[in-house]
């Protein structure tokens, strides 16, 4: 008959056995693979992402420090023009100062006549013309006329040519603020020049600029050439 | 008789063990789902903290405007401020000098039409 009963349920119990241990471990097989998978699956996805923020969030700091950085640009700016537009103001100043100190000073009657009758042959020597209109302020008027024969005749003097005739303007004269000095016209009026202490103060304020400029704000450091 | 029992046991047992098996099977897929939960909630803090820093940053940045603007301000001030002190210890010498060159007129004729 073979086996005896105890003998099959026992094989029976083994073989059951056997199928429970197979499972069991595959079902340990399948945990550890699902871990496992999991973890790769995680941390991909994670680093992935992690890439794109840190990129995203790096830029945007950056954006942050190039607009300190513009900013302290643009304040610098505006501080250099500030103080150039306040240097300004000062030699603007300064000229203005100066006009209004010759203005009195040519109060000086006998002063003002010596540079007057400079200023009128200064400008005769200039023109050298046959025929010269002479334009002073109205208050000057007898003045000049009284100061013209001398001056004629040291021009005479000094010239070659000796045929000149001068005219006093009497219809148009320069403005009674201003601070003096004469306008010649020749040819008709074709030909000026501007002989007013007005002029020759702007002339030489503008020349002798860079003196001033030094002494008012110091020596440039930024200067490379002086000549 | 026993035989029969003996297989319907082992059948059983097979299917039960079948069973075990899927359901590890279905554990694991729900379980690499669960990864991209889990990964999502973990950028989200990372994204936070990222965030939290940057913003921290743009406060500093925003607070500091206005002072950089105010230092340079003061600063401005100051050097316009010093200009004036050199414009008034010089005006009266440069006055001095424009002023004599003005009125210093010294006319000349010209070298070529002069008589000898």
Known sequence: ?227 | MLQSRGITDLLVAEKKAQEIIEEARKRKNKRIKDAQNEAKFEIELFKGERDQHYKALEQQQLGNRDKMAQESNVQTQIDIESLKAKYDSNKDELLERILTTVCDVKPQSHINARIE
């Open chain 1, 1 to 227: 008959m073979g086996l005896s009963e105890t003998d099959v349920a026992k094989q029976i119990q083994h073989m059951i056995a056997f199928i429970q241990q197979e499972a069991a471990e595959k079902v340990e097989e399948i945990e550890a693979k699902a871990e496992e998978e999991f973890n790769i699956e995680k941390s991909r996805l994670v680093s992935q992402q992690r890439v794109k923020i840190i990129e995203y969030y790096d830029k945007k700091e950056k954006q942050i420090e190039l607009q300190r950085k513009i900013q302290h640009s643009n304040l610098a700016n505006a501080s250099r023009l500030s103080i150039l537009k306040a240097r300004d103001d000062y030699v603007q100043a300064l000229k203005e100062e100066a006009r209004k100190q010759l203005t009195i000073l040519t109060q000086d009657r006998s002063k003002y006549q010596t540079i007057l009758a400079n200023l009128i042959a200064q400008g005769l020597f200039l023109l050298m013309e046959k025929e010269v209109t002479l334009r002073c302020r109205r208050n000057d008027f007898h003045l000049v006329q009284q100061l013209t024969p001398d001056i004629v005749q040291r021009y005479k003097q000094e010239l070659k040519q000796i045929d000149i005739k001068i005219t006093v303007d009497d219809k148009n004269y320069i403005a009674d603020d201003s601070a003096g000095g004469i306008e010649l016209y020749a040819m008709g009026g074709k030909i000026k020049v501007s002989n007013t202490i007005e002029a020759r103060l702007s002339m030489i304020f503008n020349q002798i600029l860079p003196e001033i400029r030094e002494k008012l704000f110091g020596i440039n450091q930024n200067r490379k050439y002086h000549d």
